[in-house]
């Protein structure tokens, strides 16, 4: 059986404009098309536009979609969809959870402890973390001392927590100057540096070593993700950053 472009509207709410932009993209071709040049599908054109559809409400751009759908196994990118969408899912139950108990504790009903209620929001900060540099952190860290920081950052107190980012803030004032001012590493403002930065990561991560500061400085310079994060802050912060810690963990 064959659908022609109105009929494919009509079933899948994709409008005819759009349907034939995905014809012009290679994105949905038809099936064929007839002697006076009418699109028509087939069940199979439908399957392509439902994965589409499916895709693009994961905010997937097009050009993605249609490498998805042209080089990917389609099986394996549905599980791994839908074990994204399950993540998801336990992640906004958590979420109701947290607004239905800060409701009470609004209310005078219940107490809330100070973890209570921001642990849903470490665990998202954590899953994000892990999503971004999973695989890098593992190359450089084993599997328990990466699972003892991620405990660790669970059961931070926000006491901790603000006076860890305090700790950033302040890195990031003395690197702004430190770049504007071109000083060097050795001089005092460096070591002020280094020990921010040092208190950061003792809060944030419940351990501390030299090697394993250094580390940290070397995936920094090495993946542009940590560096645009560094960067975005304060230009040309990763690579002075780096050269720090590196100098004061010798």
Same mark, same amino acid.
């Given at each position: 059986m064959y659908y022609s472009v109105k009929e494919v509207s009509e079933l899948t709410g994709v409008s005819t404009?759009?349907?034939?932009?995905?014809?012009?993209?290679?994105?949905?071709?038809?099936?064929?098309?007839? *002697?006076s040049n009418y699109r028509m599908y087939s069940s199979k054109e439908l399957d392509r536009l439902q994965l589409i =559809?499916?895709?693009?409400?994961?905010?997937?751009?097009?050009? *993605?979609i249609k490498s998805l759908l042209?080089?990917?196994?389609?099986?394996?990118?549905?599980?791994?969809?839908?074990?994204?969408?399950?993540?998801?899912?336990?992640?906004?139950?958590?979420?109701i959870k947290v607004i239905d108990s800060t409701i009470?504790?609004?209310?005078?009903?219940?107490?809330?402890?100070?973890q209570q209620k921001f642990e849903a929001f470490k665990e998202e900060k954590l899953k994000d973390n892990e999503a971004l540099y999973g695989d890098e952190l593992r *190359?450089?860290?084993?599997?328990d001392t990466l699972s003892k920081s991620?405990?660790?950052?669970?059961?931070?107190?926000?006491?901790?927590?603000?006076?860890?980012?305090?700790?950033?803030?302040?890195?990031?004032?003395?690197?702004?100057?430190?770049?504007?001012?071109?000083?060097?590493v050795s001089d005092l403002i460096g070591?002020?540096?280094?020990?921010?930065?040092?208190?950061? =990561?003792?809060?944030?991560?419940?351990?501390?070593?030299a090697e394993y500061h250094?580390?940290?400085?070397?995936?920094?310079?090495?993946?542009?993700r940590f560096a645009h994060y560094y960067n975005e802050r304060v230009e040309g912060s990763c690579e002075r950053l780096s050269e720090v810690i590196l100098h004061y963990t010798k």
């Open positions: 404009r759009t349907l034939r932009y995905y014809d012009t993209i290679s994105l949905l071709k038809p099936h064929h098309y007839t *002697e =559809l499916f895709y693009k409400s994961l905010q997937f751009p097009l050009e *993605e042209t080089n990917g196994n389609t099986l394996s990118n549905l599980s791994m969809q839908r074990e994204r969408l399950i993540a998801q899912a336990n992640h906004i139950d958590k979420l009470s504790y609004q209310k005078g009903e219940i107490q809330m402890t100070e *190359e450089k860290y084993d599997e991620h405990a660790h950052y669970k059961h931070l107190p926000q006491e901790s927590f603000d006076k860890a980012e305090d700790a950033e803030r302040k890195m990031f004032e003395l690197l702004k100057v430190m770049i504007n001012e071109n000083l060097e070591k002020e540096i280094f020990e921010y930065h040092k208190m950061w =990561l003792e809060i944030m991560s419940g351990m501390y070593s250094r580390n940290l400085a070397s995936l920094y310079v090495q993946d542009e």
